[in-house]
């Protein structure tokens, strides 16, 4: 490392924004952070607060901005915030998570445009660039390994990923591509604020196994489902603390300024690891793998069908799998494990989200 970073962080009260904010001011960086919405703000100060962040007063400084307007409001930031111009490294974070096009235009809205912006800001002043990509950037692929380089245009499962291609694109050499796979709460606490993605999987068991209590003379143990995936292919998901660090540690070194990393688990858990849990988990039986490329076979009756319909919300978690190389990653952070995916922690994960009722309860 060349000494502290002088960090504007986009995306701070983002899932993933808090843990890259509270590991940036544990190792010692100034961080100005952005926001847009005061009470989001507020729970981050908290969460900060619960792990005795910030160490110095000094250390942490807030800014109000839409990440689209950085580059026209940059003058009038340097007058309202002395200090704002000595930053030195931008860690862009934010990002529309919506999978689908809305009435407004996210997730291309947020994604292409808040890389254009910054493009236009890092023209202006010398700023090292590092952002937020995702390894789904290589659109569907069924079990070949992915490299840490610049993909073609893939077949893109949703307007997300290509929004985030696009923006890979006008940075590609320019800054450090970090790429997660599917992040999900944390390897000790399992604190996680967005239950999307991974989490669908198992909120559509949570309710199929309200459904099924409710109509006792429903076979839970013989659903007799065959799910049009293999087996052996997996769900590449990570905790967000190991995300957290990984993108600290890389973006500390000049080495590996404006390389591609991805951070992903090097064992993912197997659809069968997972299937099987679930069937633990909730007690029911009778889920198979027919291999890719098969097709569902059809419900018999009514309640098979909003069986059908839960199982098909998440059927699109099995059919992308990719094998994700990590060469540049492990290269650059030798001394880093992923936590493993165990029962223990799977259960931890879903003990948290039905906590809170998958998002809709208190944070
Ligand atoms: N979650 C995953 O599984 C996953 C996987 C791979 C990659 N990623 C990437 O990781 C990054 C963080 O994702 P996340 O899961 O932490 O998402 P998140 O919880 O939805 O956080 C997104 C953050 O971006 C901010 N933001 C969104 N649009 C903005 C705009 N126009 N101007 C200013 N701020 C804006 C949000 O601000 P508000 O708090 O005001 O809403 C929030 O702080 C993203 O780049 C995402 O693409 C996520």
Request: charged residues 20%; aromatic residues 8%.
């Amino acid at each position: 490392m060349n000494g502290p970073m002088n960090v504007l962080l986009t995306g701070a009260t983002g899932f993933l924004g808090e843990y890259l904010l509270a590991e940036l001011l544990e190792r010692g960086h100034t961080v100005w952070a952005l926001y847009r919405n005061a009470s989001r703000r507020i729970d981050t100060i908290r969460f900060l607060g619960s792990l005795g962040l910030p160490y110095t007063a000094d250390s942490l400084h807030w800014f109000k901005c839409e990440v689209l307007e950085l580059d026209k409001r940059w003058d009038r930031l340097c007058q309202q915030h002395p200090g704002i111009h000595e930053v030195n490294t931008l860690l862009h974070s934010a990002a529309s998570i919506r999978l689908h096009m809305d009435k407004s235009g996210e997730p291309l809205r947020t994604n292409l445009g808040g890389a254009k912006v910054l493009a236009r800001l890092a023209e202006r002043i010398p700023i090292q660039v590092h952002m937020i990509s995702t390894a789904y950037v290589c659109g569907l692929v069924q079990g070949a390994i992915i490299r840490e380089i610049n993909h073609p245009p893939g077949d893109f499962v949703n307007v997300y990923e290509e929004s985030k291609w696009e923006a890979e694109q006008l940075w590609h050499l320019k800054a450090t591509l970090l790429r997660p796979s599917i992040i999900v709460g944390h390897s000790e606490t399992a604190r996680c604020k967005t239950f999307t993605g991974w989490y669908i999987l198992f909120q559509a068991m949570h309710l199929l196994d309200r459904l099924m209590d409710e109509n006792k003379d429903f076979n839970r143990l013989n659903l007799d489902i065959h799910l049009p995936s293999a087996p052996h292919a997996t769900i590449n998901i990570v905790p967000v603390d190991y995300v957290a660090r990984a993108a600290v540690a890389i973006i500390e070194n000049p080495d590996n300024h404006n390389k591609i990393f991805h951070l992903t688990h090097p064992d993912p858990p197997s659809h069968q690891w997972t299937m099987d849990y679930v069937c633990k988990r909730f007690n029911v039986g009778g889920i198979h793998f027919s291999g890719d490329g098969t097709s569902m076979t059809e419900p018999r009756n009514p309640i098979e069908r909003m069986v059908y319909r839960q199982i098909k919300t998440i059927l699109f978690h099995f059919s992308n799998n990719p094998v994700f190389d990590r060469t540049n990653t492990n290269h650059a952070t030798p001394h880093m494990p992923v936590p493993p995916i165990t029962q223990d922690r799977v259960d931890r994960l879903l003990d948290y989200a039905i906590a809170r009722d998958w998002g809709q309860g208190p944070g």
